[in-house]
């Protein structure tokens, strides 16, 4: 059975940083791509970072380039979004995801994922 748990968020002050964690189990961490994607109350689901498992190749979204990285640690099976210089628009439920993205899809699409952890909240205070 796959699983995808997910810890690590709270609340911080603007400029300050977090570490989410995503400690994945059975099948979920063989997957193709794991990623990130956040939601904000009452919109929609948005594409936050991803990263390849075959190559290590990484994507982010334009608002948190150059203060996100995503990355793993194989030898716990576990996925990290490291957060820098969080911002007020950076609160949001965060969840952790794996799938086996199709060639020729895109890994910023929610819907070529299929395992998902329960969310984490990060919340930046100004």
């Known amino acids: 059975q796959a699983q995808l748990v997910e810890s690590g968020g709270g609340l911080v002050q603007a400029g300050g940083s977090l570490r989410l964690s995503c400690a994945a189990s059975?099948?979920?961490?063989?997957?193709?791509?794991m990623g990130w994607f956040r939601q904000v109350q009452g919109k929609e689901l948005e594409f936050v970072s991803a990263?390849?498992?075959?190559?290590?190749?990484?994507f982010y979204a334009d608002p948190v380039k150059g203060r996100f990285t995503i990355y793993t640690e194989n030898a716990k099976n576990t996925l990290y979004l490291q957060m820098n210089r969080l911002k007020p628009e950076d609160t949001a439920v965060y969840f952790c995801?794996?799938?086996?993205?199709?060639?020729?899809?895109?890994?910023?699409?929610?819907?070529?994922?299929?395992?998902w952890g329960q969310g984490t909240q990060v919340t930046v205070s100004s």
């Open positions: 995801a794996a799938g086996n993205v199709a060639v020729g899809r895109s890994v910023t699409s929610s819907n070529e994922y299929n395992y």
């Open positions: 990263i390849v498992r075959n190559g290590g190749f990484t």
């Open positions: 059975g099948r979920a961490f063989s997957t193709y791509a």
